[in-house]
């Protein structure tokens, strides 16, 4: 079974600010998909960002971007020039890449607070 | 509407009722999933629905809970009996295809009193 872990409950930035929310992953499958979802306060799951592990680039949206360390299990987040909008709950999840589809495994979450 | 919806937004209920949650998924989804989030906590996977493919149920935590899918379209989760435990935010997610990142509807807010 996979396990998605997220180390972080809780952090805060300032405005305009860089950063950087962790995660990690157990697997044994080769082939697999790793995301970033944002759920703000109204609770819509919002994806961030998706990353294919056999892709050695990491991802980048506009101002998110990834490190995704395959051999280590680690995919971090990155968030660049912090905004207010950035504060919610921010989930890593993994998902297991077969032809009829898996399910999502969702770490705890991280609750990110972007301070003006 | 475009993207995935839920209903009903909210749904207080008396332990021992049963009740229903309804999921429209995006039209042409052929991936399903039913998530619970209890609060201040992740989601936990409850059922994935793929096609005509037989339904992966090995989240659903007793035989209280089951769901259905007609052929690509709605779907009901059920619980029966409710306890006070199974209140918690009821998420949907829809996919065009496997591997591509779910579509998230509202979510259902169930409170068992």
């Known amino acids: 079974a996979q396990t998605v872990t997220q180390s972080q409950p809780e952090m805060s930035v300032q405005e305009a600010e860089t950063v950087t929310l962790s995660c990690t992953y157990d697997?044994?499958?080769?082939?697999?998909?790793l995301f970033w979802y944002k759920q703000p306060p109204s609770r819509q799951m919002i994806l961030v960002i998706r990353q294919e592990a056999y892709k050695q680039q990491n991802a980048t949206e506009n101002r998110f971007s990834v490190n995704f360390q395959k051999a280590a299990k680690s995919f971090s987040l990155k968030i660049s020039d912090s905004q207010l909008g950035d504060t919610a709950m921010y989930f890593c999840a993994f998902m297991k890449q077969e032809t009829s589809g898996s399910r999502l495994t969702f770490g705890e979450g991280t609750q990110l607070t972007v301070n003006p | 509407g475009a993207g995935v919806s839920q209903s009903p937004s909210n749904k207080v209920t008396e332990k021992g009722k049963d009740v229903e949650l309804r999921c429209d998924p995006i039209?042409?989804?052929?991936?399903l999933y039913w998530y619970r989030q209890r609060l201040g906590q992740g989601l936990e996977f409850l059922i994935y629905f793929q096609g005509n493919s037989a339904p992966d149920k090995s989240g659903l935590p007793s035989d209280r809970f089951s769901a259905e899918r007609t052929g690509e379209s709605v779907s009901t989760l059920t619980i029966q009996r409710t306890q006070q435990e199974d209140s918690a935010v009821y998420l949907c997610a829809s996919s065009p295809d496997p591997g591509l990142s779910p579509f998230f509807g509202p979510g259902t807010r169930l409170t068992v009193l």
């Open positions: 039209s042409g989804h052929t991936a």
């Open positions: 697997t044994s499958e080769s082939n697999y998909y």
